[in-house]
């Protein structure tokens, strides 16, 4: 596995726009990171950029900790279990074009999600059948935050921050052992997810001063339109 320096640089960057939206809202590093790393190096997925966004996860979640919502965190994990295992099975034998379309199709569809509006009772089952999709998305697409965050759009936003990063923190490990099991993780994965790694905490630090300065609403729009611009771009690469 080789990544050439200036894709590894464009990466880092995605991931630094990606990981200060995140830390602003609550959600987007992935689903804006992910169909850009499918575009530049397909290398660069799945496990690389779940190491690189870890420790920016625990540190969203410490840092309103006292808001974190304890009953989705559970709930959630435990659906992530069966969902990652179903994912590895997948993930050990699809192609890169196949992974690319699939990355394109996933988070097309939570863009739709987001944009319907759709509302979920909050419930322990709803949660968990949260965790379950999660962990499929994740291992097989690198987004699992959105099925997430369609069951919490009713949290304010620290609650929502730091219950997003306390869910991604502790699914991450979830999906990495899911990653490996399918093949896909190894010292290679894990020196490029370290390189990049200091992205995600630049993106955290930038997102501090910008959660009480920026209009949650207008950001959300703004990540949905690129997002939906990389998917297709992502998809693209996939069929042709």
Same mark, same amino acid.
């Given at each position: *596995?080789?990544?050439?320096?200036?894709?590894l640089l464009? !990466?880092?960057? /995605?991931?630094?726009?990606?990981?200060?939206?995140?830390?602003?809202?609550g959600f987007?590093?992935?689903?804006?990171?992910?169909?850009?790393?499918?575009?530049?190096?397909?290398?660069?997925?799945?496990?690389?950029?779940?190491?690189?966004?870890l420790v *920016? /996860?625990?540190?969203?979640?410490?840092?309103?900790?006292?808001?974190?919502?304890?009953?989705? +965190?559970?709930?959630?994990?435990?659906?992530?279990?069966?969902?990652?295992?179903?994912?590895?099975? +997948?993930?050990?034998?699809?192609?890169?074009?196949? *992974?690319?379309?699939?990355?394109?199709?996933?988070?097309? #569809?939570?863009?739709?999600?987001?944009?319907?509006?759709? #509302?979920?009772?909050?419930?322990?089952? +709803?949660?968990?059948?949260?965790?379950?999709?999660?962990?499929?998305?994740?291992?097989?697409?690198?987004?699992?935050?959105?099925?997430?965050?369609?069951?919490?759009?009713?949290?304010?936003?620290?609650?929502?921050?730091?219950? *997003?990063?306390?869910?991604?923190?502790?699914?991450?490990?979830?999906?990495?052992?899911?990653?490996?099991?399918?093949?896909?993780?190894?010292?290679?994965?894990?020196?490029?997810?370290?390189?990049?790694?200091?992205?995600?905490?630049?993106?955290?630090?930038?997102?501090?001063?910008?959660?009480?300065?920026?209009?949650? #609403?207008?950001?959300?729009?703004? +990540?949905?339109?690129?997002?939906?611009?990389? !998917?297709? !771009? /992502?998809?693209?690469?996939?069929?042709?």
């Amino acid at each position: *596995m080789i990544v050439e320096t200036d894709v590894l640089l464009l !990466a880092g960057f /995605a991931l630094l726009v990606g990981t200060t939206v995140q830390g602003t809202i609550g959600f987007g590093s992935n689903l804006l990171a992910v169909p850009f790393f499918a575009v530049l190096d397909p290398d660069l997925l799945p496990a690389p950029i779940f190491i690189a966004t870890l420790v *920016m /996860a625990l540190f969203t979640a410490a840092r309103e900790r006292s808001d974190i919502q304890w009953t989705p +965190v559970r709930c959630v994990v435990v659906g992530r279990i069966p969902g990652t295992a179903i994912g590895a099975i +997948v993930l050990a034998s699809v192609s890169v074009a196949t *992974m690319q379309i699939l990355i394109g199709v996933l988070i097309l #569809t939570a863009v739709a999600l987001s944009v319907w509006g759709l #509302t979920l009772p909050a419930t322990r089952r +709803v949660f968990t059948s949260a965790g379950v999709v999660a962990g499929f998305t994740a291992t097989t697409a690198s987004v699992g935050g959105p099925p997430i965050a369609l069951t919490l759009q009713h949290l304010d936003g620290p609650a929502l921050r730091s219950t *997003m990063g306390a869910t991604f923190a502790l699914g991450v490990g979830v999906t990495l052992i899911g990653i490996a099991a399918a093949g896909r993780l190894g010292i290679d994965e894990l020196l490029v997810g370290l390189a990049l790694m200091p992205w995600g905490l630049v993106g955290f630090l930038i997102s501090g001063p910008l959660r009480a300065r920026v209009n949650p #609403t207008q950001l959300r729009a703004g +990540v949905l339109v690129l997002a939906t611009s990389a !998917a297709m !771009a /992502a998809l693209a690469r996939g069929v042709f």
